[in-house]
């Protein structure tokens, strides 16, 4: 048996992406107050977002209901990334594996022609085996060949480049199918996940 954890469809993706398109991205890379101040709940309440911790990376519930969290290196300031959890599916028993990678498979182009309605065409898409696999736009989008070959992460990504307005993100969607997948003894998942990543700027190791 299958299960799908998130309660997520990909008209949620993109209903996330558009409530993600217009916000002032400098603000959002400056990062949250600590929690529990005026300040912070101002500045949750600016889109609308529900905090759901005071530790660590900040969570937020959307307006729309999805999760939203803010990549500081578990402090809160300045923000590095945003993660989104679009899609995960989990097999009760290896002998579900077959149909984890079936299922993916199919949920993929969905979930895709979802962000790209938002979005608009990828600068590039494709799985992990594809011949013309692009370098890493960010140095923490994913890992290099030789990773990629070996451990097929990610399995299959899409990423639009940063956008002409001062600190518009690279956005990636990539899916991810864990190696327990590829066993006949271990129960296996897969996720699609979004993520926007801070410019890296030239001179400090980012761009």
């Given at each position: 048996?299958l ?5 997520r ?10 409530g993600?398109r ?6 959002v890379?400056t990062?949250p ?6 300040e ?22 959307t307006?729309?209901?999805?999760e939203?969290?803010?990549g500081?290196?578990g ?6 990334r945003v ?15 077959p149909q984890?990678?079936?299922t ?15 979005l ?5 898409t494709?799985?992990?085996d ?16 030789d ?14 480049a ?9 956005v990636?969607l ?8 590829w ?9 699609i996940s ?13 761009r």
């Amino acid at each position: 048996m299958l299960t799908e954890t998130t309660g997520r469809t990909p008209r949620d993706l993109a209903t996330e992406l558009a409530g993600l398109r217009d916000v002032d991205w400098p603000w959002v890379w400056t990062g949250p107050p600590q929690g529990g101040s005026p300040e912070f709940r101002e500045w949750c309440a600016r889109y609308g977002w529900e905090p759901r911790n005071v530790e660590g990376n900040l969570d937020v519930r959307t307006r729309s209901g999805g999760e939203l969290t803010f990549g500081a290196g578990g402090f809160w300031n300045p923000v590095d990334r945003v993660g989104l959890l679009a899609w995960h599916l989990d097999a009760d028993a290896a002998g579900d594996n077959p149909q984890v990678v079936a299922t993916a498979a199919e949920a993929w182009p969905v979930y895709l022609g979802a962000a790209e309605s938002v979005l608009g065409t990828p600068t590039w898409t494709g799985p992990w085996d594809s011949s013309d696999f692009p370098d890493a736009p960010h140095e923490s989008a994913w890992g290099g060949r030789d990773f990629r070959l070996q451990t097929r992460s990610p399995y299959r990504v899409a990423y639009w480049a940063s956008g002409g307005r001062p600190g518009q993100p690279l956005v990636v969607l990539d899916q991810s199918v864990s190696f327990p997948t590829w066993t006949e003894d271990t129960a296996g998942s897969s996720m699609i996940s979004l993520t926007a990543y801070k410019p890296q700027v030239a001179g400090d190791g980012r761009r």
